[in-house]
């Protein structure tokens, strides 16, 4: 069975453009979660989604945002990045909204 | 109230030791606590989690020692081996939603 898979595995901008970041959940999930781990801060909770909704979201601005497609696959979007978004985004998916989360590998975004 | 605090920062093993990771958490509305497992360059996989109603949870070399009047947790690794080489991050979350992640254990296990 296929992991949670994210793309791309990099992605280098500078400030003041946007990266679009993208996730695909384990088969069968419905939820999907992204966090945010820069260097030593560990990991933040930035979104939830299930069912193509947003069901929670961490203190983060809102240009943050991202969206669920039908197929529960997810982006994350982020605009106006700034140099402090550099940072490996991880993506988790967990099988409805009380099952255990499934990391994929990350993106890891770099700000210039 | 809905951090959680991790300890050590850094831990060094001699191959064959044991290895223990501290947590502690605020929030009495929590009622599920995971570990993670991190290597370099990969997304955390999960290594054990634990609830509230049980003392203590034991999958092979690892155990989760759980406190509920002291609001705090634990990971023991028996027989740390080279190979456990990792960071490790507790994590809490109410319902499994969103977790909240201690700030990481950094393992070194040496021969």
């Known amino acids: 069975e296929a992991g949670v898979t994210q793309s791309p595995t990099h992605l280098i901008k500078t400030r003041g453009q946007q990266a679009t970041l993208r996730c695909s959940p384990i088969?069968?999930?419905?939820?999907v979660y992204w966090y945010q781990q820069a260097l030593g801060l560990g990991l933040q909770f930035l979104l939830w989604y299930d069912e193509g909704e947003e069901r929670n979201r961490g203190n983060f601005p809102p240009r943050f945002s991202g969206r669920q497609f039908p197929n529960y696959s997810s982006e994350l979007n982020v605009n106006a990045l700034e140099l402090e978004d550099s940072a490996l985004y991880l993506c988790a998916s967990s099988l409805g909204t009380a099952g255990t989360q499934y990391f994929g590998p990350g993106t890891r975004l770099t700000v210039l | 109230q809905q951090q959680v605090k991790q300890s050590p920062q850094s831990l060094i093993v001699q191959k064959g030791g044991i290895s223990i990771i501290n947590c502690a958490y605020e929030n009495t509305a929590f009622d599920y606590f995971p570990w993670y497992q991190q290597f370099p360059g990969k997304g955390p996989a999960l290594l054990i989690a634990i609830r509230p109603d049980v003392s203590e949870k034991k999958e092979g070399r690892f155990t989760i020692s759980f406190n509920k009047s002291a609001k705090q947790f634990s990971l023991h690794i028996m027989d740390s081996q080279p190979g456990d080489s990792a960071t490790y991050f507790c994590a809490a979350s109410r319902d499994t939603d969103k977790l909240i992640f201690g700030t990481g254990t950094r393992l070194q296990v040496f021969p």
């Open positions: 088969s069968g999930h419905t939820s």
